[in-house]
């Protein structure tokens, strides 16, 4: 390190950089000879541990004192502790596979939206991925050029992916003009249940799609190509060599994306409420939606049952996070 | 092995950097800007008024140079959906425009104090002062003024009828009238929204009490009566004949607004029930595309009533400049401001005098002239059942119950009287979440 004199001839951001490097050094090397290397490095991690602790860790421990507590009020001090019966309203149902049955028949109606959803896109997405990385992988013209033409959706904001779709799908956008044009009907695609629940899913493998193209892909080229080669010598043919060493070598890759997407689906919020708003009627309100507006959109704010919503997620994509991490152990140790 | 300090250093002055950035962004709403005190305004436009309260503003400033007033537009969906978790929060803005105005009462400051001259405010505004009191707070306190009085009033297509060949029904005419006659015109010209009504629980209201419903019955909501319940059955029945287009309700949805505004300024409404407040931009977007007109409020068994409604500007009690608050407050209120205010916004003045001495509106538009007309008209026929709800603190609990379980019968997620019984829950559950008891 250069000592401080020797930064007097340069300009004065150097020299107030050289005088920061000086300033503290004999305080944090006493400060290390104290704690040790291993001290100075929980010192240097602090400052973001702070950052974490007031806007991560703080809001979830609150949030979990608004899901014990009653009344509309924002401010803590003012609301009235009332245990679990949040959860209790939630969870009051005479079945829970008939929502008219549950008490709060909008929270099951979104679970329920959000299980189909989610069903259904990772669904799609895994398997659109999976044909995609293995078409991207192979020596086709332009390849670099549709690498990135698949990934462009993922750089998008969501919001703009919704609007551009929902211009597209309106009684007078571009998919209705193409559909009048070839001799069909006019089709209300978003002002009908069947149609909004397909549009969501799609628009959203549609735009998240590329990113685990791009996962799924990066895991093919890590497959050795000696494999292919061996077994295009054996004369295997390309379904088989396909089934025995793709698939299979694949399969940690494919697990982890099948998690990241599942965890990814529950949260979808964004593109379909700017698509559909959650409508028509309830068919496309998904869990997100559901406390979004039960805390925010709703004129008594209905904090306390939103956060008892938001934990049940939360415990639901604790689950899904456990076992992403017990297949990547378990991928490591095999 | 020893840490070089200049990686240490290096990473506390990215921390403290950002620190400061972060705290810096949230300071103060209401900064001193050299020697003039900043005050906020949180606005959103339905038309015009945004640029007309500026230019207003602007001469305000140049009287009042201690003062600089910030106009802060925003949709009305932040009003609505973040303005209240602002104020709960303690922040936000001196001054809103609201339309929640019983519902975010107890934000507002009393200005009476710090006002030049009170009087004038009991004078001519003692008709919707009620509207803004808090429960609890002082019985003659000042807590805002009407940006706009407002009320629920239809508007026809009226080319379309032309085009179909089919009168316009007479000024008494019922629901059912409107609703035959509408669908008629549709079906002939081919417009997809016989009828379209703002997808708003404030709007179903005046249909509501037109056909005999209470709402209320003291301090306490009294939805499921046969009144209303006959109301809702219209809406739903139109929502399965066609009369009502399930594209515009169905779209949305819990208790998310929507107009359809748009639709009528493209000509495929035939019969939208709104209210006074399209008049300015309908005199923009509509101008000569076609010819159209408010007509009077359709009758049912119990009456023909609009709701009235508006918007207020209202002082926030949290602001740190009460004394400029109302001195913007009076600025705006005094009469010469607020009759300029509404004749070039076309709205509805909310002031006594004004409404007794008319205000010279600035259009040439005979459609806005005869609308106006009609309007001003239908305020003296509104029921006070219609102002009673109006001036509800609580009101927006009953209106979202009806529009979100409304429109789930309406697209068949329940019967209609599950969606009764699903109302009054609702009702309950916001009410209890208020910490008020009701059956």
């Known amino acids: 390190m250069k000592r401080l004199e020797s930064y007097s001839t340069d300009p004065w951001p150097a020299r107030a950089y050289g005088f920061v490097m000086q300033a503290g050094e004999p305080f944090f090397s006493a400060l290390q000879r104290r704690i040790g290397i291993k001290g100075m490095a929980y010192v240097f991690v602090a400052p973001n541990l702070i950052f974490f602790g007031l806007f991560v860790a703080l809001p979830m421990a609150l949030n979990v004192w608004y899901a014990l507590s009653g009344s509309n009020r924002l401010l803590i001090q003012e609301r009235p502790f009332i245990g679990l019966d949040n959860f209790r309203a939630l969870l009051d149902c005479a079945s829970f596979l008939e929502v008219n049955s549950c008490r709060q028949d909008r929270f099951w109606r979104a679970v329920h939206n959000s299980i189909f959803f989610v069903f259904l896109q990772v669904g799609a997405m895994v398997l659109l991925s999976v044909v995609a990385a293995l078409l991207l992988n192979g020596k086709i013209k332009g390849r670099g050029f549709f690498r990135a033409v698949f990934f462009f959706p993922v750089l998008l904001s969501p919001v703009v992916v919704a609007l551009i779709w929902k211009w597209v799908l309106q009684p007078d956008g571009l998919l209705n003009a193409l559909i009048v044009w070839s001799g069909g009907e006019r089709i209300a695609f978003l002002h009908n249940a069947s149609w909004s629940f397909f549009w969501t899913v799609f628009v959203s493998v549609w735009s998240h799609m590329g990113f685990y193209t791009l996962i799924l892909l990066a895991g093919l080229q890590a497959i050795p190509q000696e494999l292919y080669e061996a077994a295009e010598i054996d004369g295997t043919s390309a379904r088989r060599t396909f089934w025995r060493i793709t698939m299979p070598l694949l399969l940690p890759t494919l697990l982890v994306v099948l998690i990241l997407s599942l965890i990814r689906g529950v949260q979808a919020f964004e593109e379909v409420f700017i698509l559909t708003g959650g409508g028509p009627g309830t068919a496309t309100q998904y869990i997100v939606q559901y406390i979004y507006e039960t805390a925010f959109a709703n004129q008594v704010h209905l904090l306390g049952l939103a956060a008892a919503a938001s934990l049940l997620v939360a415990a639901a994509l604790m689950l899904l996070t456990l076992m992403q991490l017990r297949i990547s152990y378990h991928g490591k140790d095999t | ?439």
């Open chain 2, 1 to 439: 092995m020893f840490i070089r300090f200049k990686t240490a250093a290096a990473s506390l002055a990215v921390f403290g950097a950002s620190t400061l950035m972060v705290f810096g962004a949230m300071g103060s709403a209401n900064a001193q800007t050299g020697q003039a005190t900043q005050v906020r305004i949180m606005w959103y436009s339905d038309g015009n008024e945004g640029e007309v309260l500026r230019d207003l503003l602007d001469r305000f400033e140049k009287q009042n140079t201690d003062i600089k007033v910030v106009l802060d537009r925003v949709p009305y969906k932040t009003i609505v959906e973040q303005l209240p978790a602002l104020l709960d929060s303690g922040q936000g803005p001196d001054l809103a425009r609201v339309t929640d105005l019983g519902g975010l009462s107890r934000h507002y400051l009393d200005v009476r104090p710090y006002l030049k001259n009170a009087a004038y405010f009991d004078e001519n505004f003692a008709s919707t002062m009620p509207w803004f009191r808090p429960a609890g707070g002082s019985k003659n306190g000042i807590y805002g003024v009407m940006s706009q009085l407002a009320l629920t009033i239809p508007f026809v297509n009226v080319t379309l009828f032309e085009q179909a060949g089919i009168p316009l029904p007479g000024p008494k005419a019922t629901w059912d009238d409107w609703a035959k006659a509408s669908k008629a015109v549709a079906d002939k010209v081919k417009a997809p929204y016989p009828i379209a009504f703002d997808r708003s629980g404030h709007r179903v209201s005046g249909l509501a009490i037109s056909m005999g419903g209470k709402m209320l019955d003291g301090d306490k909501p009294s939805l499921l009566d046969d009144g209303f319940k006959s109301a809702m059955k219209k809406v739903y029945d139109w929502h399965g004949n066609g009369t009502m287009s399930k594209a515009h309700w169905g779209s949305a949805g819990g208790t998310t607004y929507r107009g359809a505004n748009e639709e009528f300024a493209n000509a495929q409404v035939v019969f939208y029930m709104s209210g006074t407040w399209q008049l300015p931009q309908f005199a923009k977007t509509v101008a000569k595309s076609f010819n159209w007109q408010a007509v009077p409020n359709p009758c049912g068994t119990a009456g023909c009533t609009g709701m009235p409604g508006g918007a207020a500007l209202v002082p926030i009690k949290a602001t740190k400049h009460p004394r400029e608050v109302a001195r913007v407050l009076e600025y705006f209120a005094s009469e010469p401001v607020y009759q300029e205010y509404h004749a070039r916004t076309l709205f509805l003045p909310a002031h006594a005098g004004l409404a007794k001495k008319g205000v010279a509106y600035q259009t040439d538009d005979s459609n806005v002239k005869k609308s106006l007309a009609v309007a001003v008209e239908q305020v003296a026929l509104t029921s006070p059942i219609a102002f009673q709800l109006q001036g509800y603190e609580h009101n927006r609990i009953m209106f979202n119950a009806i529009i979100s379980r409304v429109n789930q019968a309406i697209n068949n997620e329940m019967s209609l009287n599950d969606s009764f019984t699903r109302m009054q829950s609702d009702i309950v559950e916001g009410f209890a979440a208020k910490g008020i008891k009701i059956p």
